[in-house]
Nanobody, 114 residues
């Protein structure tokens, strides 16, 4: 079992920034990403990054959010700038392993409100 520990959520005003971090309990990671789920909506991909550094972003966050991996390869960060009220959601860390399993974090709340 792989554990993912998330941190960095909170309340921020529109236009503000937050940085989410996620640490996995294994180094056997093939890719990591962030998803989010707002009330009444399905969980959606926000950003993902592979071991070779290839990134993928939802259209709604391009130019505002940046995903990066830590040096050890088992951490992932999401820098969120120019936040909007519609970014409000529970954000979930996701990790795929080199043996084909996928794991989820417990979720961290991001609220963008004045």
């Amino acid at each position: 079992q792989v554990h993912l520990v998330e941190s960095g959520g909170g309340l921020v005003q529109p236009g503000g920034s937050l940085r989410l971090s996620c640490a996995a309990s294994t180094s056997r990671i093939s890719g990591m990403g962030w998803y989010r789920q707002a009330p009444g909506n399905q969980r959606e991909l926000v950003a993902a990054i592979t071991n070779d550094g290839t990134t993928n972003y939802a259209d709604s966050v391009k130019g505002r959010f940046t995903i990066s991996r830590g040096n050890a390869g088992s951490t992932v960060h999401l820098q969120m700038n120019s936040l909007k009220p519609e970014d409000t959601a529970v954000y979930y860390c996701n990790a795929g392993t080199d043996y084909g399993a996928t794991f989820w974090g417990q979720g961290t709340q991001v609220t963008v409100s004045s």
